[in-house]
């Protein structure tokens, strides 16, 4: 008596000794479909896919040729994710309506299958490894850093405002030409020129801050005590006004904790810089290069501190 599990249907040997050629229907698909891949990637490529898809949530709009490089890297790295959703999209499907049950036929069994189980383990692993690679090239290039550039400013972050002091060079044995302090009264403004190298030289005073202007694309933290974060735009491509901001929760007044980025031409900022070391305000230097005296993205945060609701007496004192 032979045992029912160990019986061969006759389905089976007939899906078996086709099996060659439902191999190379498969390797005829999956060429097709890496073709069509490739192709679709090259037309996504020669339109402007981040413009269209609005970034894929990334800030448009960058100023330096850093934040470009950034900007590249994610859009690429969201075309990349898309075309690998939807080549597993297409298989899983693919999967349901080729192989689903069709009476008490066995379906084409796939275990064992070399080739596609060394796909599926090299596939993810060369993924990675360029990501990895193409994350790394642009990482090492956005951090760094030139031997002299051209303008050196110090990020002074504080409860809950800032303070920037323009430096004739860098480190903290460079002496401050010129600065500029932010008020409850007025938002503190940083000039800087276009064209040029910057060094950026971060410090707090008290608790952990973040300086932050989207089109620059970086977000860095300030850190209080000796430590002094830096980093550097090799230029700045557009001359305007853009909101700066403080991205690290310190506190109560966090949130208006603002300043401004005010990208001048080369001879203004040089203009700019004569006036404050003569001894002019930053509202008065900015008048004198023809500039807004006073903030175009953000205005001073309301303290509320009055008469009327700060430390008020107690209803009937005095009486």
């Avoid at 899906?15 to 005829?28: D, E, I, L």
């Avoid at 330096?64 to 969201?78: E, F």
């Avoid at 300043?259 to 008048?287: H, I, N, W």
Wanted: net charge positive.
């Amino acid at each position: 008596m032979v045992a029912r599990s160990s019986e061969v249907r006759p389905s089976a040997v007939r899906h078996n000794a086709g099996a060659g050629g439902g191999r190379r229907r498969g390797a005829g698909r999956l060429a097709g479909l890496g073709l069509g891949g490739a192709a679709l990637l090259f037309l996504l490529t020669g339109c402007d896919v981040g413009k269209t898809f609005h970034g894929f949530g990334w800030p448009q709009g960058g100023i330096t040729p850093q934040s470009h490089r950034m900007y590249d890297l994610w859009i690429a790295s969201c075309i990349a994710a898309l075309a690998v959703g939807v080549f597993v999209w297409f298989l899983i499907f693919w999967c349901v309506i080729r192989y689903r049950k069709r009476g008490n036929d066995l379906p084409v069994q796939t275990r064992y299958n070399m080739p596609m189980e060394f796909l599926y383990t090299i596939a993810p692993i060369l993924v990675v490894s360029v990501l990895f690679y193409y994350t790394a090239i642009v990482q090492t290039d956005v951090n760094k850093l030139s031997k002299n550039p051209d303008v050196t400013v110090e990020v002074v972050a504080f409860k809950w405002n800032w303070q920037f002091n323009y430096r004739d060079g860098q480190g903290t044995d460079a002496n401050t030409v010129a600065s500029t302090l932010g008020t409850s009264e007025v938002i503190p403004i940083l000039v800087l020129p276009t064209g040029r190298s910057i060094r950026f030289e971060e410090t707090s005073r008290d608790v952990i801050h973040s300086f932050w202007v989207p089109e620059l694309l970086f977000k860095r933290d300030v850190m209080p005590g000796k430590i002094r974060n830096v980093f550097e735009v090799s230029s700045l491509d557009s001359e305007g006004a853009y909101v700066g901001r403080c991205a690290e929760l310190c506190g109560t007044y966090h949130a208006f904790m603002n300043f401004e980025l005010r990208v001048v031409s080369p001879e203004k900022y040089d203009q700019f810089l004569a006036a404050k070391r003569d001894g002019k305000t930053t509202q008065e230097a900015l008048s004198a290069i023809g500039e807004d005296p006073y903030a175009q993205t953000t205005k001073p945060f309301e303290t509320r501190r009055t008469e009327h609701n700060f430390n008020p007496a107690p209803a009937g004192a005095g009486r």
